[in-house]
């Protein structure tokens, strides 16, 4: 499988005065071009810090270690900063999860969208502006132009938002990361920014990772999902696979927590996960789930957990088989 971006055993540890921030432990995983990788899991679990780790965006505390970090070819993990920036917004960009505190209040949107074409190629301001213009229209801004000249305080955050979706695709990048864009937008633009999405990457050929704490919007977009849980990746398979034949315990909490449209009675009470995740200061070892999973034994909170192929393409973080896996997801657990 040929993959534009591959992360093997990434490591991000944040320098705190209580020791050592566990943010992200060994996460591996790839993104082909022209397809979706979606990463979920519950706020804190490493997925925006493992999207600024590719884009050596940390923290300055922050200390990043991968096995392999590369991106069409080019290896990331030794590359300068002054050939990053060459990158960044060029042909890897991404969206981030607030508009209105990524949008600088003080610039027109005019003079911020076009920007990065202004510094990464070679061309007038006209050509940036008209460059600019189509791409508000293709994200569905009307009056396009007019737009330019306003200030992100002007905008709505639906149109906030698709302005920002604008900026990440000024340069044609091969690579987007769209990190929870639907955040604080009400159901109705929601839906409308992940159809968005869905088209530019059909019509640009980019590949995309989508980040989000939200199954029922990667169900709809992404090709293979990745779940992470405490910093790690605990279930990565194809998006069918993960809603269909759930392997991990914390995969199938995630998934009793959604409502199924036609299946779940109204009024009925949906599942939920019992404890709350573990510190991920200092020395950590064994499953970082055994505490809040209800088919937990003796040696899971001591034994290191390595990812296990489930089938090929397809792997998951458990000491259980995929089959005892499956029988756990068949029955109810004591909670």
Same mark, same amino acid.
């Given at each position: #499988? ?28 790839? +993104? ?16 925006? #810090? ?22 069409? %070819? ?46 990464? =190629? =070679?061309?007038? $301001?006209?050509?940036?502006? *008209? $460059? ?14 007019? $737009? ?17 979706? @604008? ?11 769209? *990190? ?27 590949? #995309? ?6 199954? %029922? +919007? ?77 088919? @937990? ?32 997801? =068949?029955?109810?657990?004591? =909670?």
């Amino acid at each position: #499988m040929s993959y534009l971006l591959q992360v093997e055993n990434l490591q991000v540890d944040i320098s705190l005065a209580a020791g050592d921030l566990h943010a992200v432990r060994g996460v591996t995983f790839g +993104v082909e071009k022209g397809k979706t990788l979606g990463l979920v899991g519950e706020s804190g679990c490493g997925k925006s #810090m493992s999207a600024l780790a590719v884009m050596n965006l940390l923290p300055p505390r922050a200390r990043r270690q991968a096995a392999q970090l590369r991106f069409a %070819g080019l290896d990331l993990r030794g590359m300068d900063e002054e050939k990053m920036m060459d990158l960044r917004g060029n042909r890897m960009s991404m969206i981030f999860q607030e508009p209105m505190t990524s949008l600088n209040p003080s610039y027109t949107i005019g003079n911020q969208i076009t920007e990065a074409l202004l510094c990464h =190629r =070679r061309g007038t $301001r006209a050509e940036a502006r *008209d $460059r600019a213009v189509l791409l508000l229209e293709k994200v569905g801004i009307t009056a396009a132009a007019r $737009r330019l000249k306003q200030y992100p305080h002007q905008l709505s955050g639906g149109l906030r938002q698709r302005v920002m979706i @604008a900026m990440a695709l000024m340069c044609g990048p091969e690579l987007v990361i769209a *990190d929870e864009p639907t955040t604080a937008l009400d159901v109705t633009i929601q839906a409308q920014i992940l159809l968005l999405l869905a088209q530019l990457q059909k019509e640009f050929q980019m590949a #995309m990772i989508l980040i989000t704490h939200d199954l %029922g +919007v990667v169900s709809t977009v992404a090709d293979r999902v990745a779940v992470m849980y405490a910093g790690q990746v605990v279930e990565q398979r194809p998006t069918e696979k993960i809603f269909l034949d759930p392997l991990h315990p914390y995969t199938q909490g995630l998934l009793d927590c959604l409502p199924i449209p036609g299946k779940t009675p109204r009024g009925s009470r949906l599942g939920s996960i019992p404890g709350k995740v573990p510190s991920l200061i200092g020395d950590l070892r064994g499953c970082s789930f055994a505490n809040r999973c209800a088919y @937990a034994r003796e040696g899971c909170p001591r034994q290191e957990i390595p990812l296990k192929e489930s089938e090929p393409g397809g792997a998951y973080r458990c000491v259980l088989s995929p089959e005892e896996c499956r029988q756990n997801a =068949r029955r109810e657990p004591d =909670r």
